[in-house]
């Protein structure tokens, strides 16, 4: 299962780069699919038989570009969010 898991997130994670790769260079649209392979590879990293890529959990989630984006662009949301609720109601 846990190869299965590995394929998937290179697959993906190799789809989302020539599509970020089309946009810069080609002009061109698509859609990247978010959270799917990081998780993938998440998953992969504790169901392989090689006990060390459990210190590693955290590397697929930041190479996949399609699950990087998406938790780039939601801890800037929630960080704008957290600085607008503090100007509303400041510390006492």
Request: charged share 10%.
């Given at each position: 299962?846990?190869?299965?898991?590995?394929?998937?997130?290179?697959?993906?994670?190799?789809?989302n780069?020539?599509?970020a790769?089309?946009?810069?260079?080609?002009?061109k649209?698509?859609?990247?699919?978010?959270?799917?392979?990081?998780?993938?590879?998440?998953?992969?990293?504790?169901?392989?038989p090689?006990?060390?890529?459990?210190?590693?959990?955290?590397?697929?989630?930041?190479?996949?570009?399609?699950?990087?984006?998406?938790?780039?662009?939601?801890?800037?949301f929630?960080?704008?969010?957290?600085?607008?609720?503090?100007?509303?109601?400041?510390?006492?």
């Amino acid at each position: 299962m846990g190869w299965i898991l590995a394929a998937l997130f290179l697959f993906l994670s190799i789809g989302n780069l020539s599509i970020a790769m089309g946009w810069y260079f080609r002009h061109k649209t698509g859609t990247l699919v978010p959270c799917i392979g990081g998780l993938a590879g998440l998953a992969a990293c504790f169901t392989l038989p090689f006990p060390t890529l459990r210190h590693w959990w955290w590397t697929p989630l930041v190479a996949d570009l399609g699950t990087a984006y998406l938790m780039t662009i939601t801890a800037v949301f929630l960080i704008q969010r957290l600085l607008k609720s503090e100007a509303r109601n400041p510390p006492a």
